[in-house]
């Protein structure tokens, strides 16, 4: 980062009062981050890091950057003593790590130190050893480019803090937690860990995806998406969870600012809302998301720790985030796993699958072929198809078939599943999920456009609801209503069922309200959006269960449905609607290869 070597000066009273201070040092991993973070500002390529007993009796970081004259060396350990800036300005363009001065001398004035370093100016280090604050040994010594630290004995001299300090278990998950951050964030550096002896990372100079890989595991990173996003001024980059690899903890998240790992709720928040309906209460996806902006657009001196750096709603940032997950969730994988193109364009092997057949009994066929063509293609429904044939001939068929579902040959096993042929092996689909997923899209837009569509009951049910029930009909009536729903009051709490949603199969239309109305309460309950909770209900309500037997024409109808919605992939619930064997993974179970 900060290669060039200004001498170190002392900050002036005036500019150091405007800087945020504040408690450096904590706990060993406070002297892990802030030692670390010297060694990248200082342009190492290479840092060691060894700890003993979770820190508490050493921490030794050894760096090969541009290290300290001995000028330096003597002041870096006074407070506001820094070589990164000289005036409050500088602030504004920053670019490393540190800024504050205040690491040093903090780390000093509770831990006996010891220090090594020496810069390609000279041809002898400086060795010095400071004990609360005070130099108790400073010398020439023979060393390598760079900065050797010992930090030893944390709280030495503080016994009320080192008490406070947790087990050594503890202590070193903290450690390891920060160098996985920092790690991850500066791929290209050499990282070596050991800990009590025993080497826990040992990472050469990788690409990211390497780097993601050594770190997390396989599972990681085979179940994450590349997101990449932005222009000159801000961008995006990183890896976001599939949607069918959540995690049970929320420790797997983490956002970079200009390689600096920050806590911001809002851009955590931008990147739920970009899985909107996938995540299940309790399930937390993986990301790594690195922004890249211009220095000048945040305010890095927030918080002493320097982690807490603030984005709002109507902050370009947080749009960008949201809209990179949304189009990376989207357009990913996740749909080419499918097999299937979301367009009609790209769907030119519907092999005859015109407006669907009569015999559907969920009852939505007079609609869903305007419903599942992106708006008002309707009427271009021919057009479509011939336009679609005309691509056709001028991109290879072959290329244009790839991965392609076969409509043909649909099978359904156990009335649960339906399987399905793909130019590149098989995929299966839990008809249920996939219907859920259908109808979840079709009455959120429906929702929004407020263009319900509802069907007239022949005989208007009557239902006698609890007063609570009541309250809560009546509160979320409009919502119902939206939804398909024609509901009338007759006295407080008896209700006249006159319409219910298209959607609703034949056979359940008197049991639907009910159905919906109990679920309902219970999604409500895990408090989300009245809406969502909703919509989410009636989807899971009104779907082909598990059971159901389809037609051949009901299958591809199903399939062709989902493959125009937008994340086909999942259902609301989070649980995955596809699952894919590819031919090579087919192959390699019969031993063909
Ligand atoms: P800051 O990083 O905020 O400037 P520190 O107290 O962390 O404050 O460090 C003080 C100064 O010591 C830095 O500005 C830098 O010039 C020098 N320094 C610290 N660690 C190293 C290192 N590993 N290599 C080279 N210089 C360093
Ligand atoms: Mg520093």
């Not at 509901?487 to 034949?506: N, Q, S, Y």
């Amino acid at each position: 980062m900060n290669t060039n070597s200004s001498p170190i000066q002392i900050l002036p009273d005036h500019v150091a009062s405007k800087i945020a201070a504040g408690e450096v040092v904590n706990r060993p991993a406070s002297v892990v981050k802030e030692l670390l973070e010297n060694s990248l500002d200082a342009g190492a390529t290479e840092i060691e890091i060894i700890i003993k007993e979770g820190g508490k009796l050493l921490i030794q970081i050894v760096d090969n950057g541009i290290g300290m004259s001995e000028e330096d060396a003597l002041l870096a350990f006074q407070r506001h003593a820094t070589s990164k800036i000289s005036s409050f300005e500088d602030l504004e363009s920053l670019n490393s790590f540190g800024f504050r001065g205040e690491a040093l001398a903090s780390v000093a004035a509770v831990a006996q130190v010891e220090m090594r370093t020496r810069t390609n100016k000279s041809d002898v280090g400086t060795l010095l050893k400071i004990e609360g604050v005070k130099i108790s040994e400073h010398s020439k010594v023979a060393s390598e480019i760079g900065t050797w630290f010992a930090v030893r004995n944390i709280f030495f001299n503080t016994p009320a803090r080192k008490n406070f300090l947790k087990s050594n278990s503890t202590e070193f998950r903290h450690i390891f937690n920060i160098i996985q951050k920092i790690a991850l964030a500066f791929s290209s550096v050499k990282f070596i860990f050991i800990s009590d002896d025993e080497e826990i990372l040992n990472l050469p100079s990788q690409t990211l995806p390497e780097r993601l890989n050594a770190l997390f595991g396989e599972t990681v990173s085979q179940n994450v998406l590349a997101v990449s996003e932005g222009n000159e001024i801000i961008s995006v980059e990183g890896f976001i969870g599939k949607p069918t690899y959540f995690r049970k903890t929320q420790s797997e998240q983490f956002i970079f600012l200009n390689n600096r790992i920050i806590q911001s709720k809002n851009l955590n928040h931008a990147v739920f809302q970009g899985y909107e309906n996938m995540l299940e209460k309790g399930s937390f996806p993986f990301f790594a998301l690195f922004i890249n902006i211009d220095m000048r657009k945040v305010d890095v001196n927030v918080h002493p720790s320097k982690m807490e750096v603030k984005f709002d709603d109507d902050n370009g940032v947080y749009r960008m985030i949201l809209s990179a997950v949304r189009k990376t969730l989207s357009e990913g994988e996740v749909i080419s796993e499918l097999g299937i193109t979301k367009n009609l364009e790209g769907f030119p092997n519907l092999r005859g699958l015109t407006p669907p057949p009569q015999q559907l009994h969920f009852q939505q066929q007079q609609k869903f072929p305007t419903e599942f063509l992106s708006s008002n293609k309707q009427e271009n429904f021919g057009t479509e198809i011939l336009d679609s044939q005309k691509t056709e001939t001028e991109i290879s068929p072959a290329k244009n078939l790839e991965g392609f579902p076969d409509l043909r040959g649909l099978t359904q096993i156990h009335n649960q599943y339906i399987l399905c042929a793909t130019s590149d092996g098989i995929t299966i689909i839990d008809q249920h999920a996939a219907h859920e997923r259908i109808l979840y899209e079709k009455y959120f837009r429906l929702f929004e456009t407020n263009s319900p569509l509802s069907q007239q009951l022949l005989f208007p049910l009557t239902i006698e609801l609890t007063s609570a029930d009541a309250m809560l009909v009546n509160e979320q009536k409009m919502n119902f209503e939206k939804l398909g729903f024609q509901l009338k009051f007759f006295g407080k709490t008896t209700l006249i069922v006159e319409g219910i949603p298209t959607d609703v199969r034949v056979g359940k239309e008197s049991n639907i309200f009910r159905e919906v109305l109990d679920k309902f309460k219970e999604e409500l309950s895990v408090k989300i959006d009245a809406r969502e909770a909703l919509i989410k209900t009636f989807a899971c309500k009104a779907a082909i269960k598990k059971g159901d037997a389809l037609l051949e024409q009901e299958m591809q109808s199903l399939l062709t449905q989902l493959s125009q919605t937008q994340i086909p992939h999942v259902c609301p619930h989070g649980r995955p609607v596809t699952l894919k064997l590819t031919l090579h993974e087919l192959d390699k179970k019969f031993g063909r290869v």
